[in-house]
Nanobody, 121 residues
Framework: VQLQASGGGLVQAGGSLTLSCVAS????????GAWFRQAPGKEREFVAA????????HYADSMKGRFTISRDNDKNAVSLQMNSLKPEDTAVYSC???????????????WGRGTQVTVSS
C-alpha cells in the first residue's frame, strides 16, 4: 500500500488547514488510517487515527477539539481537518496505515511521505 499525503502549507496562527492522504489500494477492513507529526528536534508523535471500516476515531489528547480525522472509503482517503492552528503545530505531518498498536498507540505498517505544515505567529 502506498500513501500520498497533500495539503500542507503555510498558515497564520488561528487558521485552518486540511490534509489529505490517498492510499494506492483499498486497505484491509481492520486497518486504520492515521496521522503522525514530527517537529524539528522532536520525536514523532501520534495525532489521530480512524478505522476504515467503522469510522471509529482516536486522538492524541492534545489534538482533541481542534483536529478532526475522517475517511472516504470510496476514494481510499483519510483527511485531517486542523483548526485553530498554533505555531507549535508546525511539523511534518505523515499519514500511515496498519492494524497494530503499541501501548494503545497505532504502530502503522505503511507510511507515506510527509507534508510540511508551518504555522506563523
Amino acid at each position: 500500500v502506498q500513501l500520498q499525503a497533500s495539503g500542507g502549507g503555510l498558515v497564520q496562527a488561528g487558521g485552518s488547514l486540511t490534509l489529505s492522504c490517498v492510499a494506492s489500494a483499498p486497505t484491509f477492513s481492520n486497518y486504520y488510517g492515521a496521522w503522525f507529526r514530527q517537529a524539528p528536534g522532536k520525536e514523532r508523535e501520534f495525532v489521530a487515527a480512524i478505522t476504515w471500516s467503522t469510522g471509529s476515531t482516536h486522538y492524541a489528547d492534545s489534538m482533541k477539539g481542534r483536529f478532526t480525522i475522517s475517511r472516504d472509503n470510496d476514494k481510499n482517503a483519510v483527511s485531517l481537518q486542523m483548526n485553530s492552528l498554533k505555531p507549535e503545530d508546525t511539523a511534518v505531518y505523515s499519514c500511515a496505515a496498519g492494524s497494530d498498536y503499541l501501548r494503545g498507540i497505532p504502530r502503522p505498517r505503511y507510511w507515506g511521505r510527509g507534508t510540511q505544515v508551518t504555522v506563523s505567529s
